[in-house]
């Protein structure tokens, strides 16, 4: 990987000039392109593949002498060929370890490959059938994006190539480069986010749900710059769940065309619960205007239908409703009520809207046992917890509740509750559970 002669690479360029002219001659008579000029081509990108690994210098004389546009336009001509046989397809990956080798820790050879790739060609490569080729399409694509580029994309224009990721992800979800495109470069830009949620199908977007559930479920210690990014694509999030939310109801009706729509609701809410299991962005989504006031509304809401006729929101305890939609409502009240509970943690001003919504009764309406809804009881407990927590008010209610027969006493125990009288008032005590 020592620095080589220019001319080495002059002379390897203009082989490549040569195979470039008669694989586009073969391709305009309508012939394919012959195997002894792929594999020339081929060779030649080996040569310059293992040249330019890790060596700045030879990076350098390989970008000043056009190796970079030869490359790229070679490889352009293989997309347009759409060409199987194995000679064409060997070349076209060897052309792209290539452009990924020239272009790794090197800023101007990154710019040079997108000025020649952005967007067709890297869109073609990421569709590719051919999983390798779109391995190392998407290897040089995250290779040449940063911060600027990736800004880019948010140009109408432009913006099939970021939706065009998710399409090549949901056919290769295994793809390790793809995955880290949208982790790693998509988002730390929440306005993109936002502009391929607004642009995707339902079936698109629970995809684009799926990877940001993985990005904040990593193990790893994220930067600063993530954590806002992420907190700016949570509120986003909260304010597509408020808009869809009534989407969910459709799964009351088996049937319904838009049955997807619900499914991105309930997805919706799965992230909802898991960011707001995190402080790093409970915070940000307590405060959000109206969220809180639209979970409890859909929890009265599915509550309401599923003691309207027997569907997937009606309580059971034999798992009856068969299994074709079941799991996709499964644990869906639940989770609205864990919501709930994360929303009020130590936050006095959600306490004080549950009250005012007439929640705490909706809330121990919802503990019983429901094989629908898994640990329901066990949020249930946890929303009490938090809503009572150095909150007389609440703890009155309740209390009030149980002396007027409203709240079952036996549930309160089962909570780890009591009522007691003291001094004329009522009092919402803790007890062991034996």
């Known amino acids: 990987r020592d620095a080589a002669d220019e001319k080495i690479f002059a002379l390897v ?6 195979a470039l002219q008669e694989i586009r001659t073969q391709i305009v008579a309508s012939e394919s392109p012959s195997d002894c000029w792929c594999d020339l081509s081929a060779e030649c990108f080996r040569c310059l593949r293992n040249a330019c690994v890790q060596c700045p210098p030879n990076q350098n004389i390989i970008r000043e002498v056009g190796l970079i546009e030869k490359a790229t336009a070679l490889i352009d001509v293989f997309t347009a060929s759409n060409s199987a046989q194995e000679s064409c397809i060997v070349a076209f990956r060897c052309g792209l370890q290539f452009l990924g080798n020239v272009a790794g820790g090197n800023r101007a050879s990154q710019n040079s490959i997108w000025k020649e790739a ?7 490569c990421l569709t590719h059938e051919d999983d390798k080729v779109s391995a190392y399409g998407a290897m040089v694509f995250y290779t040449c994006m940063d911060e600027d580029k990736t800004a880019t994309l948010l140009d109408p224009t432009n913006l099939h190539l ?13 793809a390790e480069w793809l995955h880290l ?7 730390k830009c929440p306005e993109l986010v936002k502009q391929m949620y607004a642009s995707q199908s339902h079936a698109d977007r629970m995809i684009l749900l799926e990877l940001i559930l993985s990005k904040i479920s990593e193990k790893s ?5 993530e954590m806002t990014s992420l907190r700016h694509i949570a509120e986003f999030l909260s304010d597509c769940f408020q ?3 009534k989407a969910v109801l459709k799964l009351a009706s088996p049937g319904d065309s838009e049955e997807e729509e619900a499914l991105v609701v309930i997805r919706l809410l799965d992230l909802l619960c898991e960011m707001t299991s995190d402080a790093d962005h409970l915070t940000c989504l307590q405060s959000c205007a109206g969220l809180l006031d639209t979970v409890v509304d859909t929890l009265r809401l599915t509550q309401l239908a599923g003691k309207q006729s027997k569907n997937v929101f009606t309580s059971t305890h034999t798992a009856s409703l068969g299994s074709d939609l079941t799991h996709a409502a499964m644990g869906f009240k639940a989770h609205l009520i864990r919501l709930i509970a994360n ?5 006095r001003e959600n306490q004080e809207k549950i009250y005012q919504l007439d929640g705490i009764p909706l809330i121990l309406d919802n503990c019983s046992i429901d094989d629908n809804n898994p640990f329901l009881n066990q949020w249930a407990v946890y929303a009490i917890r938090n809503l009572t927590e150095n909150n007389e008010k609440n703890q009155e209610l309740i209390a009030s509740m149980e002396r007027q027969g409203l709240a079952d006493t036996s549930l309160l125990e089962n909570m780890g509750l009591r009522v007691e009288e003291r001094d004329g008032k009522l009092l919402l005590k803790s007890v062991k559970k034996k």
Request: net charge positive.
């Open 13 to 18: 360029s203009q082989m490549l000039s040569r």
């Open 221 to 225: 210690p994220l930067s600063e710059r």
């Open 181 to 187: 495109i949208v982790t790693d470069r998509f988002f």
């Open 118 to 124: 952005f967007p067709h060609l890297f869109l073609n």
């Open 162 to 174: 970021a939706l065009g990721v998710i399409t090549a992800y949901s056919k290769r979800p295994d």
């Open 243 to 245: 808009k869809q939310c």
């Open 343 to 347: 929303l009020c943690y130590r936050n």
